[in-house]
């Protein structure tokens, strides 16, 4: 079941230039909040040749986030940046000023993509404009079902209550600060199984996630570099 039909590249990303293909490679940065498995398959299936995209810097909301080490294990360059209220300035202000710090970050890695892998914080326009039609999120729900947190959890309780019979994942545009409403890259859908926990869901919404991730990685790099062929009028 998928209410929203995915949508192709080039009317998502609206045309980036290419900034990095002299390996072949689209640039991926990826943002992480937590254990980084899907991290993990994305940083597999670059080593192993599978995957036409490179990781070129991986930055954390959290600290101690597992994601970094797995980055460093792969010897991709791994940052922590923790949000911290600015003194004298108010909520609004002070996320503002650490989502352009952000982007300040970043910049210099001259990403073609930016890649949201479990990050826990909304982002605001002082970041997502500095990267117009280049920053795309992975959602545990299909489109319009189950925003924010906890949406697996939310997806089995629901199907416990009879109210739905499968859940799924997309990865998403961040065109805006909405919450996980950006227009539809990949999409896949999963049936509950009869009794199953939600551990069991858990475990198959994460199998289902790495297919969703990589599929997306190889969609958007084979976009860049057909934007980079046309460029070159090839």
């Known amino acids: ?3 929203q039909k995915a949508a192709p590249p080039s009317r998502l990303s609206r045309n980036p230039k290419p900034r990095g293909l002299a390996s072949g490679k689209a640039r991926f940065v990826i943002l992480v909040s937590g254990r980084g498995s899907n991290l993990q398959a994305f940083l597999d299936a670059s080593s192993q ?3 036409n995209a490179e990781v070129v810097l991986v930055v954390s909301s959290e600290s101690e986030a597992p994601a970094l080490e797995r980055a460093r294990q792969a010897a991709v360059p791994a940052r922590a940046f923790p949000y911290r209220p600015e003194p004298g300035l108010d909520r609004a202000a002070s996320r503002r000023l650490y989502d352009a710090r952000l982007a300040e970050l970043i910049e210099p890695w001259k990403p073609d993509y930016i890649f949201l892998l479990g990050w826990m914080r909304i982002l ?3 970041f997502l404009r500095r990267f117009p039609g280049r920053v795309y999120n992975l959602h545990p729900a299909l ?4 925003p924010g947190t906890q949406s697996i959890q939310r997806a089995w309780e629901a199907w416990r209550r009879g109210e739905i019979s499968c859940s799924g994942a997309m990865v998403h545009l961040v065109p805006d600060e909405g919450v996980d ?3 539809v890259l990949e999409s ?10 939600l551990e069991e869901f858990e475990a198959e919404m994460h199998r289902l996630e790495h297919r969703l991730v990589l599929r997306a990685a190889a969609r958007l790099s084979a976009h860049l570099n057909k934007t980079e062929t046309d460029t070159k009028g090839g």
């Not at 489109?143 to 189950?146: E, H, I, S, T």
């Not at 896949?188 to 926990?197: D, K, V, W």
Request: net charge negative; charged share 10%.
């Open 181 to 183: 409403t950006g227009p």
């Open 1 to 3: 079941m998928n209410p």
């Open 124 to 126: 605001s326009n002082a």
């Open 143 to 146: 489109p319009g079902r189950f």
């Open 188 to 197: 896949e859908s999963l049936s509950f199984a009869p009794g199953e926990g």
């Open 49 to 51: 040749g599978s995957l």
